[in-house]
Antibody, heavy 122, light 110 residues
Framework: QVTLRESGPALVKPTQTLTLTCTFSGFSLSTSGMCVSWIRQPPGKALEWLARIDWDDDKYYSTSLKTRLTISKDTSKNQVVLTMTNMDPVDTATYYC??????????????WGQGTMVTVSS | QSALTQPASVSGSPGQSITISCTGT?????????VSWYQQHPGKAPKLMIY???KRPSGVSNRFSGSKSGNTASLTISGLQAEDEADYYCSSYTSSSTWVFGGGTKLTVL
């Protein structure tokens, strides 16, 4: 059974750096075709794709946020970490991690974590 | 990358069919057969309903179907049921190797 779970601070102050961890099970990020993405959703608003890391350590970022984002993986711990610098109240959102499996559901996010709510406020 | 365009809301009565459109550009929806659709109930994580324009993951009802014409993709739900009431989001892989989502459509079952 594939599961993903996000963890991180519920509250961060403006200008601080946010660090989120996605801990997963049921698959390996060293297996060809496996990727993990981060996606966020402000309260009452639409989903927004943020970043992706591939099995071969290729990384891709949202054009509008790429200067603030860093994604990395620890294959031995089955974890993917996202850092976002210079947090602002508009970054208040639920942050999800989700899996992509090229050889099953192609370029779709087939399994999602439950999400973690992050509020940016002083 | 601009968000894909979806209607803000659609509605239908139980048993009816509804269609949600998702319009993008030749750099995303029109350029690739990598459109996917997600169902999201309040307070829950999104769930994959359709991938690669028209494929259904295992366990998803065949009442859900997808299609695409040019830069516009569509999700059709037939035999509408009360539990289908949710928000629906389309997404497309893009020419930048990134993803873009639609603004979401709220489906109301009357």
């Amino acid at each position: 059974q594939v599961t993903l779970r996000e963890s991180g601070p519920a509250l961060v102050k403006p200008t601080q750096t946010l660090t989120l961890t996605c801990t997963f099970s049921g698959f390996s990020l060293s297996t060809s075709g496996m990727c993990v993405s981060w996606i966020r959703q402000p309260p009452g608003k639409a989903l927004e794709w943020l970043a992706r890391i591939d099995w071969d350590d290729d990384k891709y970022y949202s054009t509008s946020l790429k200067t603030r984002l860093t994604i990395s993986k620890d294959t031995s711990k089955n974890q993917v970490v996202l850092t976002m610098t210079n947090m602002d109240p508009v970054d208040t959102a639920t942050y999800y991690c989700a899996r992509i499996n090229y050889y099953d559901s192609s370029r779709a996010f087939d399994i999602w974590g439950q999400g973690t709510m992050v509020t940016v406020s002083s | 990358q601009s968000a894909l365009t979806q209607p803000a809301s659609v509605s239908g009565s139980p048993g009816q069919s509804i269609t949600i459109s998702c319009t993008g550009t030749s750099s995303d929806v029109g350029g690739y057969n990598y459109v996917s659709w997600y169902q999201q109930h309040p307070g829950k994580a999104p769930k994959l309903m359709i991938y690669d324009v028209s494929k259904r993951p295992s366990g998803v009802s065949n009442r859900f179907s997808g299609s695409k014409s040019g830069n516009t993709a569509s999700l059709t739900i037939s035999g509408l049921q009360a539990e289908d009431e949710a928000d629906y989001y389309c997404s497309s892989y893009t020419s930048s190797s990134t993803w873009v989502f639609g603004g979401g459509t709220k489906l109301t079952v009357l």
